[in-house]
């Protein structure tokens, strides 16, 4: 049991929090057909990430949250720029950003001689699930003793500030985010400015991408962005339902990937080991391929059937 | 007889007592409205006064800049000059007081929200920022719906509505935001009779009621029945002015120029002379 | 520094000059396909094809390895990134046709979820322990450093192909992209010249993988068209300008990480070519942000002058404070805000000039609408002397309407 606390349960944690934080913000990304702007976040927050580094030589710090928050702002704001005034197609100008912004990250990194001591790209890439220990839990009731709650990672303990962060955001501006993204010049017509909202929610993206960043690496917070959100889309009419499954999603392809990372092997009779994060991945991955294949209603199969049902009527 | 290329003084008068009234009573006023897509003039100094509590058609031919005229007055498209005044008081003050209606095809149906939801939405600028809509507002929205006849499919997500309901759902949103003054982008536009029906007897009813109706509209045919003042726009202004005095086939050849046949002009004339 | 010049001088050694060689193809013809890519509105398909080659690289390196012991076998690889990535994009098509998602959901589930099987299978690799791995990590961010000779020119001589390709495809991807309809109704198959648009990106990325590396890959098809495209408005220009955009920067970068080895080439490469963006960005006469500001100060100008001077003929007040000081800077308007003398003769010329217009476009609707001039210009200089002599006629039997309106603007 103390193994299972001491070395899964954290990770677990991680990587599950990791995942809600993402896939919540994902909803309304995937809404505003802004799905790629989690791809291009995630990219865009390494040079701020490096930069925060720089300042502070301190993984998981405030600082790191900082710089990317800033870095995220100043790639959204470039983006326009170069759609608005160089009259660039959208996907094309965040082509340009992110690729460069990434780039920029790299180069920093091997210049200033940080890589390899306690920041890699490969790190950044993959994350670093597994890292996660929490020693000082010894039983069951260590999760209700606050002073050895305490004693969690620190990273976790981010998370989970981040994630209180992002419940209260989309609780507090649920309407305003609702009719931004469904109709944004009524939004504006009524006072809701969709630009303001619209940053408010990269700056909330960059924010969770950070945390969940050096926990699950930058490609896995975009499936973190988008499938869970994908996967709810694909089940549910209903905005609040469908953040609700997003949630769930989110959290199951924590737990689940984590186990199938950690026992899965095991149990089939292999000796290797394989990335927890990019497990957690697969599972959101594959939740969203089952969910497009046969929800009850928009899925694959079910509309196949009502077609046949419909032709042969 | 305005020239059309006249912007401006006959705004500030009443067009049949030539009595002057105070610009706090001009619904909607715009001056000087030039738009520009890439280098080329859309709207040439466009010049125009709704009337108070008219129903108004604006009309024109295709690329005439109808629905650019509406969005850069209500300044969601940029402009190289001009400005608008609802009341008196400049649009960015007074954008409450407004109601847009904007095309169908400008929103995405697939959006997880039912039919109530987006009606509330006109509503969510009188619940005010951070607030959940309480029941009352919900009553409200269903009685927006009701006044459409749509109150049976409140919980049908937008996109499993036909064309002709969305448009019936987007016009109980306005409803629901209970401005003074309407806009509204083609809300005839592949709509069937029915819908036809319901949506000219709300614009009827918001009129009794005292508001200021500016829409977009495209069958010449239905003009003289459905409204009581017009806007002819050919990417500048033509005339405007009360249905019977306007509407004529002079004014129509002006706007349309080649592209209205003869007969359909007689067509329409004869009416106008009937 | 010197090292740099020697790299960019072809004369830092066989290797690196093969490699800056290879590079500077592939930048050719990455930015020549992806101009098409650019136009057809499909630029960020390529991050879910860069991304989707890792499982097929993990992959082909374990299948490799077990079954031949041959895991570092570049052709191998690459097949099974060409592979995979296919799959990635036949994966976007069928989410995009089959499901509600939209098209940004579809590129990003498919570039997370395979890029995180492929991280997957990369662990396992890692904890087979066998030798050789080490080299697979350059395919993330690219690495020219350590290159063999026959994989540079395996490079250079696949890229050099796709780019011919492209040049011979040039005409069909031109109209695919500038009218689809069109292009199926000259009897092209339009879904499978898209299909061979994508496969030569493909091509691209899965032969950059070892240079630029897969994360960064994707710049090469977007940064230089979108940075050609300040330049010119015609395909086989930019066809030509990209190609040149993205060969140089290439081949810059690759010379400047041949000078500091540690620096990954990919990170270089992509730099230089922003660059190049920024410098198009700005300072382009065609498209540029400097032009076009001008461009856009003048038209505004123009435009407020003339509306200015209409006002002034119609007797109406003028209220825009930008069209008030255009018009004293012309010297149309006194300090009071009255009109001199030069005013009202230069606005009854306008008033003229509109009234012919306004009959163009009411005589020729379809004509005016297509005109880009119509109002903007003195009329005369647009339009060819007969038809203004034509409008000029018409216009004369109804000089009394002109008393008319003088009468309605004071009313």
Not at chain 3, 286 to 304: E, P, T
């Amino acid at each position: 049991m103390d193994i299972f606390l001491q070395f899964d349960l954290p990770s677990i944690l991680l990587g599950s929090l990791a995942a809600l934080a993402c896939g919540l913000l994902g909803n309304f990304l995937v809404l505003r057909k802004q799905a790629l702007m989690g791809d291009a976040i995630s990219h865009v927050v390494l040079p701020g990430i490096v930069i925060g580094f720089l300042f502070t030589h301190e993984t998981s710090s405030w600082a790191m949250m900082l710089g990317a928050g800033g870095a995220a702002i100043f790639a959204v704001l470039l983006i326009e720029l170069i759609r608005r005034i160089g009259n660039v197609e959208p996907g094309a100008a965040m082509g340009v950003v992110f690729t460069t912004m990434f780039a920029a990250g790299v180069v920093i990194l091997e210049q200033t001689g940080t890589a390899g001591v306690h920041l890699d790209v490969e790190h950044a890439l993959y994350g670093n699930l597994e890292s996660a220990i929490w020693l000082d839990a010894y039983s069951l009731s260590d999760l209700w003793n606050w002073q050895v709650l305490m004693t969690l990672p620190e990273s976790i303990k981010q998370l989970f500030v981040v994630n209180m962060l992002v419940i209260v955001f989309i609780v507090l501006f649920f309407k305003e985010l609702k009719i931004s993204s469904f109709d944004p010049l009524l939004s504006a017509s009524l006072g809701f400015s969709p630009k303001w909202l619209g940053l408010s929610l990269i700056v909330m993206v960059a924010i969770a991408a950070v945390a969940a960043f050096t926990a699950v690496g930058s490609i896995l917070v975009i499936a973190m962005f988008i499938c869970p959100a994908a996967t709810a889309r694909m089940l549910t009419d209903n905005l609040k339902a469908q953040l609700f499954i997003s949630g769930i999603a989110s959290l199951s392809a924590g737990l689940f990937g984590y186990l199938l990372a950690a026992f899965g092997p095991g149990l089939l009779g292999y000796e290797f080991s394989v990335s927890a994060a990019g497990m957690i991945a697969v599972v959101a991955g594959l939740q969203q391929v089952l969910a497009m294949l046969f929800a009850p209603h928009y899925g694959v199969v079910m509309r196949r059937r009502r077609q046949r049902a419909h032709a042969s009527v | 007889m305005h020239d059309r290329s006249s912007s401006g003084l006959h705004l500030l008068h009443d067009t049949d007592t030539s009595k002057t009234v105070s610009p706090q009573d001009l619904p909607f006023t715009v001056q000087g409205m030039t738009v520009a897509y890439h280098h080329k003039p859309v709207l040439w100094g466009v010049s125009y006064s709704a009337p108070k509590g008219c129903l108004t058609a604006i009309i024109g031919p295709n690329g005439a800049g109808k629905s650019t005229f509406l969005k850069a007055a209500l300044g969601l498209i940029p402009k190289l000059s001009g400005d608008t005044k609802v009341f008196g008081a400049p649009i960015e003050k007074s954008l409450k007081r407004i109601a847009y209606v904007p095309q169908r095809s400008a929103v995405d149906w697939d959006f997880p929200a039912t039919a109530i939801d987006v009606v509330l939405m006109g509503l969510y600028g009188q619940i005010g920022w951070f607030r959940w809509p309480s029941r009352k507002h919900r009553q409200k929205a269903m009685d927006c719906l009701k006044s459409v006849g749509m109150q049976d499919f409140a919980n049908r997500q937008i996109g499993q509505l036909s064309g002709g309901q969305q448009q019936r759902v987007f016009l109980a949103r306005a409803l629901a935001q209970d401005s003074e003054v309407y806009l509204m982008d083609e809300p005839f536009a592949g709509v069937d009779a029915a819908t036809e029906k319901a949506i000219v007897a709300v614009l009827r009813q918001l009129v009794a009621d005292g508001k200021t109706v500016l829409v977009v509209h495209h069958d010449l045919e239905t003009v003289r029945d459905y409204y009581s003042h017009i806007l002819l726009l050919n990417g500048q202004h033509v005339a405007d002015g009360p249905v019977e005095t306007t509407f004529t086939a002079e004014n129509l050849q002006k706007a349309y120029g080649g592209r209205l046949a003869s007969t359909q002009l007689d067509g329409l004339s004869e009416a106008s002379s009937a | 520094m010197e090292q740099f010049f020697a790299a960019l001088t072809l004369s830092a050694g066989y290797n690196t000059a093969l490699v800056c060689i290879g590079a500077a193809l592939l930048g050719a013809a990455s930015g020549a396909i992806g101009v098409f890519v650019l136009l057809r509105k499909r630029t960020l398909i390529s991050d879910a094809v860069s991304h989707a080659t890792l499982p097929g690289v993990a992959l082909a390196f374990i299948i490799a390895q077990v079954y031949f012991d041959s895991g570092r076998s570049l052709p191998v690889l690459l097949f099974g990134a060409a592979l995979s990535a296919g799959l990635g994009v036949l994966a976007v098509d069928w989410i995009k046709t089959h499901t509600r998602l939209t098209e940004d959901a579809a590129i990003g589930t498919v570039l997370s979820t395979f890029f995180a099987v492929g991280m997957v299978l990369l662990t396992i690799i890692q904890s087979m322990s066998i030798a050789g791995q080490a080299g697979l990590e350059g395919f993330l961010l690219g690495a020219t450093s350590g290159m063999l000779k026959s994989e540079a020119l395996t490079i250079a001589v696949a890229a050099a192909l796709v780019g011919l390709a492209v040049v011979l495809r040039m005409k069909e991807f031109s109209l695919l992209c500038f009218d689809e309809s069109f292009a199926a109704a000259c009897g092209y198959n339009v879904r499978w010249l898209d299909r061979t648009l994508l496969l030569l990106l493909l091509g691209i990325v899965v032969i950059g993988l070892k240079t630029v590396g897969l994360v960064l890959i994707i710049a090469l098809a977007i940064i230089p068209p979108v940075a050609a495209r300040f330049w010119t408005d015609r395909v086989p220009v930019l066809v030509a300008i990209a190609a040149g955009i993205g060969a140089s920067g290439s081949y810059i970068g690759a010379a400047l990480s041949a000078s500091a080895p540690n620096m990954p080439t990919g990170g270089l490469i992509v730099l230089v070519l922003f660059s190049f963006f920024v410098v198009s960005l700005l300072i382009s006469p065609v498209r540029g942000i400097l032009a076009a500001a001008l461009k856009h100060y003048r038209f505004q100008r123009i435009v407020h002058l003339r509306q200015g001077l209409l006002a002034i003929a119609h007797d109406e007040p003028v209220l825009e404070p930008l069209t008030r000081s255009i018009l004293r800077r012309g010297g149309f308007m006194g300090g009071d805000g009255q009109p001199t003398v030069k005013g009202q003769s230069e606005a009854r010329l306008i008033e003229r000039d509109q009234k012919l217009w306004n009959l163009y476009r009411e005589m020729h609707p379809e004509e005016s609408h297509a005109l880009a001039d119509w109002s903007l210009k003195p009329i005369g200089e647009v339009l060819p002397a007969d038809t203004v002599r034509v409008l000029e006629q018409e216009l004369s039997p109804h000089v009394v309407r002109g008393d008319e309106t003088s009468r309605g603007g004071a009313a």
